[in-house]
């Protein structure tokens, strides 16, 4: 089980277009599946499986760079639903704009924390951030979008409510279940393999909502310009740090949780409102790709 979800993750962007190639040509079978809260199932699924590969004490280890976490998710909470009304501007239509502002309120995306592992940036600082913006995203991402002059379908308490049924309460369960470790350990091959899964279905699920046209290209220019920006924010807010942190501070700034995202389009503007998610997601997956790349590259004269 260990090889295979090994195997699965290393094919993880091919496995990404892929699945969303399947979505867009056949569409039917996943428009069926959100019609059925399926976006938000899946993603309640995954938020589990991400949980269970966090211990409270990991969490606990996170007071060291609190200060720079602190400082860090109160900015992000200012800055990128901002940066998401603007980009959102270039997209026509009320549905597909709620999809563009969902992703400057949707906390960090999960895989950043194993990219910034994998880059040689502080995991658990990562982590924290994963957490703590979690939290923000369900106290605040209803509030926010009204803010934003959203006109989501669902009220802002029903938009809380939904947020910690399907995040909250999976993140804390799963961060439970790694903590007391019935199991030994066994179970957390089967857990990532089970979350790499529902990462594909729930791709699979926003990507059926795709209309693609020749006009989509102006989505597709607002979606890169907030992931632009939002890697720019990474990038100054990691100054003056060293390395390792900097990392950690530049991968869960850019990468924003498209998942999570498109529960939060589904939930406040109905199903079709996730359709720009699922090329979203592409994006952000193969920057981190192309970030981690970047980063481990040996640079002349350091050893």
Do not use: K
Not at 39 to 62: E, H, K, M, R, Y
Not at 81 to 92: D, E, I, K, M, Y
Not at 213 to 221: E, F, G, L, N, W
């Amino acid at each position: 089980m260990t090889r295979v979800a090994d195997a699965a993750e290393r094919f993880l962007l091919p496995l990404v277009i892929v699945v969303a190639a399947v979505g867009i040509a056949f569409p039917g079978p996943g428009r069926r599946l959100d019609a059925a809260n399926g976006i938000l199932a899946a993603l309640a699924v995954l938020v589990f499986c991400t949980g269970a590969s966090i211990t409270f004490t990991d969490l606990a280890a996170v007071r060291t760079a609190s200060r720079r976490l602190a400082f860090v998710l109160a900015v992000t909470t200012v800055a990128l639903p901002v940066f998401a009304w603007l980009a959102s501007r270039l997209v026509s239509g009320l549905v597909l704009r709620g999809g563009v502002l969902a992703a400057g309120v949707a906390p960090t995306e999960v895989a950043s924390v194993a990219l910034t592992g994998l880059a040689g940036g502080e995991a658990a600082l990562a982590a924290g951030l994963l957490v703590g913006s979690t939290v923000v995203t369900v106290l605040l991402a209803g509030p926010i979008l009204g803010l934003l002059g959203a006109h989501a379908t669902t009220s802002q308490l029903g938009l809380l409510g939904t947020l910690a049924l399907v995040v909250a309460l999976p993140l804390l369960a799963g961060s439970a279940t790694r903590t007391l470790d019935p199991l030994g350990g066994r179970e957390q091959a089967p857990l990532r393999l089970l979350g790499l899964v529902s990462l594909l279905v729930l791709l699979w699920e926003v990507a059926s909502e795709l209309h693609l046209q020749v006009s989509d290209a102006r989505m597709v220019a607002a979606l890169v310009l907030y992931l632009a920006c939002a890697a720019g924010l990474g990038w100054l807010l990691g100054l003056g740090v060293r390395p390792a942190r900097r990392t950690a501070v530049l991968l869960p700034t850019a990468m924003r949780d498209f998942a999570v995202a498109a529960g939060i389009a589904a939930s406040a503007f109905g199903a079709p409102a996730a359709a720009p998610l699922g090329i979203y997601g592409i994006l952000v997956l193969v920057f981190g790709a192309v970030a981690v790349h970047v980063i481990r590259r040996p640079r002349p004269g350091r050893a």
